[in-house]
């Protein structure tokens, strides 16, 4: 995984590929043979027990990635956890809880914004962790531990390969202080396998675009850990085909951003979630009803005759690290027949250094 594109026309084109060897690499860092876990610190491990809340600091993709986080941490391990914008948490701090631990996810370990909760939160004396691609960036360096996502170099501003690695990272740490009901490494190693099954289908998501992306603005939908893999999805097609995209929670629809479904707006459909598929299938029919050209990105246990996109089947909270990737395909695609720029996005720098 070097600097060079090889074979393939832009970095986030090689970096999306790159994912499947990113999750085997992380296996092969912090599982042994055994699917133990090896070469985190016990220190962290007490880091995390000992907390009574946790708070993710994160901006852009990093934060997208912290809220899947957040129902890694409260459902594997029962470990409260918040999730909030850098920008925001550095000047209006909310009340904290006694034994907070403060989580900073960063791909290039150099956010402004970042840096900034991090100085203010050591000063009151409370511990920190920064996961990172740079274990030699300032913030790995002036949290109390750091944690390497070896998703190694992404030269694309768009990240792809980071967040999917970040959210295996989170996964390990949660995995570490919970009750160990799933066997995490075998897990990891079918979403690598299940990963390579979607890059497999790239050109078919391709013919999607052309078909379905035609406008001027787009919706992603989804509900519970959907929604959240919405928010990250909606930013992939923003920042680089520019086309005014937002991810909402399926529900919310029905107050306020209906009004804006109009005929053959593009509104894009997460499910991966048996409890709540019916519900969001049922959003869909509502902006079916009002004109929008839908599409849906299922997983095999939920999907319906019709959905355009079906992922396999993997443990629930990993279906995020599934679902992204055709959304990472969607953007690219986008982008292409636009003839923009997708490895240099306009006004956009791969790490953000001031605030």
Same mark, same amino acid.
């Given at each position: 995984?070097?600097?060079?594109?090889?074979?393939?026309?832009?970095f986030m084109m090689k970096e999306i590929n790159e994912q499947p060897s990113v999750i085997r690499r992380i296996i092969g860092k912090y599982f042994d043979e055994n699917g133990e876990i090896k070469k985190i610190s016990s220190r962290i491990f007490k880091e995390i027990e000992k907390s009574d809340r946790i708070y993710i600091i994160?901006?852009?993709?990093?934060?997208?990635?912290?809220?899947?986080?957040?129902?890694?941490?409260?459902?594997?391990?029962?470990?409260?956890?918040?999730?909030?914008?850098?920008?925001?948490?550095?000047?209006?701090?909310?009340?904290?809880?006694?034994?907070?631990?403060?989580?900073?996810?960063?791909?290039?370990?150099?956010?402004?914004?970042?840096?900034?909760?991090?100085?203010?939160?050591?000063?009151?004396?409370?511990?920190?962790?920064?996961?990172?691609?740079?274990?030699?960036?300032?913030?790995?360096?002036?949290?109390?531990?750091?944690?390497?996502?070896?998703?190694?170099? +992404?030269?694309?501003?768009?990240?792809?390969?980071?967040?999917?690695?970040?959210?295996?990272?989170?996964?390990?740490?949660?995995?570490?202080?919970?009750?160990?009901?799933?066997?995490?490494?075998?897990?990891?190693?079918?979403?690598?396998?299940?990963?390579?099954?979607?890059?497999?289908?790239?050109?078919?998501? +391709?013919?999607?675009?052309?078909?379905?992306?035609?406008?001027?603005?787009?919706?992603?939908?989804? $509900?519970?850990?959907?929604?959240?893999?919405?928010?990250?999805?909606?930013?992939?097609?923003?920042?680089?085909?520019?086309?005014?995209? +937002?991810?909402?929670?399926?529900?919310?629809?029905?107050?306020?951003?209906?009004?804006?479904?109009?005929?053959?707006?593009?509104?894009?459909?997460?499910?991966?979630?048996?409890?709540?598929?019916?519900?969001?299938?049922?959003?869909?029919?509502?902006?079916?009803? $009002?004109?929008?050209?839908?599409?849906?990105?299922?997983?095999?246990?939920?999907?319906?005759?019709?959905?355009?996109?079906?992922?396999?089947?993997?443990?629930?909270?990993?279906?995020?690290?599934?679902?992204?990737?055709?959304?990472?395909?969607?953007?690219?695609?986008?982008?292409?027949?636009?003839?923009?720029?997708?490895?240099?996005?306009?006004?956009?720098?791969?790490?953000?250094?001031?605030?």
């Open positions: 995984m070097d600097i060079e594109k090889g074979e393939y026309s832009h994160g901006a852009g993709t990093s934060m997208n990635a912290g809220f899947i986080g957040k129902e890694m941490f409260e459902k594997m391990a029962g470990i409260p956890c918040e999730v909030h914008i850098a920008s925001e948490f550095a000047y209006n701090i909310p009340i904290l809880t006694e034994k907070p631990l403060f989580m900073f996810i960063s791909q290039s370990g150099e956010t402004a914004d970042l840096r900034a909760v991090l100085v203010n939160v050591k000063a009151k004396g409370y511990r920190t962790l920064t996961i990172t691609n740079v274990r030699t960036s300032t913030l790995a360096r002036e949290a109390d531990n750091y944690v390497e996502i070896h998703a190694g170099p +992404e030269i694309a501003v768009a990240s792809t390969k980071a967040y999917t690695a970040q959210i295996a990272i989170l996964s390990i740490l949660a995995y570490m202080v919970s009750d160990k009901h799933i066997d995490l490494r075998k897990e990891l190693s079918k979403v690598a396998i299940s990963i390579e099954n979607i890059i497999d289908k790239k050109d078919y998501i +391709e013919d999607l675009v052309k078909e379905y992306l035609t406008k001027r603005n787009c919706f992603y939908i989804g $509900r519970g850990i959907d929604y959240y893999a919405c928010l990250e999805s909606s930013l992939k097609l923003k920042e680089i085909s520019y086309i005014q995209t +937002e991810g909402f929670a399926a529900g919310e629809l029905k107050h306020g951003t209906i009004a804006l479904i109009e005929e053959g707006t593009p509104v894009i459909a997460i499910i991966s979630q048996r409890s709540i598929s019916k519900n969001t299938r049922s959003n869909l029919n509502e902006v079916q009803s $009002r004109g929008a050209a839908t599409l849906v990105i299922s997983t095999k246990a939920v999907k319906e005759a019709g959905d355009q996109i079906v992922v396999d089947d993997v443990y629930e909270l990993f279906s995020p690290i599934l679902t992204i990737i055709p959304a990472q395909f969607i953007a690219y695609y986008a982008a292409l027949q636009r003839g923009y720029d997708i490895d240099k996005p306009r006004n956009l720098a791969k790490s953000v250094t001031v605030e």
